[in-house]
């Protein structure tokens, strides 16, 4: 069973209007976000066994964040430029390029084509909130057969959801 899990990058500031975008650092709500998203991952008993992250740094460090909280060494991050801003279809090649062994994808972009994505794989959410992550399972044993008619929806969660 494959499972993918994806995650919008949590909280970025906005406090420097001078900062180049994909530069922009997270907001103090995300920098307390993130661990939370964490430790929610944590409780569902999900760790990855690959994490990928765009290169912009509100995303690097969620991904970091986060991989404190479930012990994944932080210099196994897989960062891909071509993650920042991507569309659906560049998220799916990425995920269609991942070793078949690793069975649990973490991977930490950006929206639009976050919230996009999921809305492909089949659940409909409107807007996916920062920090938030929605898991998806399939029973393809490779990951370049994944595709939105054998991805099923596994759960939606995010920080401030259950407090």
Known sequence: ?????????????????????????????????APIM??????????????????????????????????????KIALIDQLYHSSPSLMMKYLHMQKDHDNIIFLVAHNPGMTDLVNYLGYPLDNLPTAGAVGFQSSVEKWCDLKPKNASFWFYDYPKKGK
């Open 38 to 75: 964490g430790q929610k991952l944590v409780k569902k008993n999900i760790y990855p066994d690959q994490f990928l992250s765009s290169t912009a740094l509100r995303a690097k460090e969620t991904a970091i964040l986060i991989a404190k909280e479930i012990g994944y060494p932080i210099n």
């Open 1 to 33: 069973m494959k499972k993918i899990i994806l995650i919008r990058h949590a909280k970025s500031a906005w406090d420097n209007p001078w900062l180049n975008d994909h530069d922009r650092p997270l907001a103090d709500r995300g920098q307390r976000a």
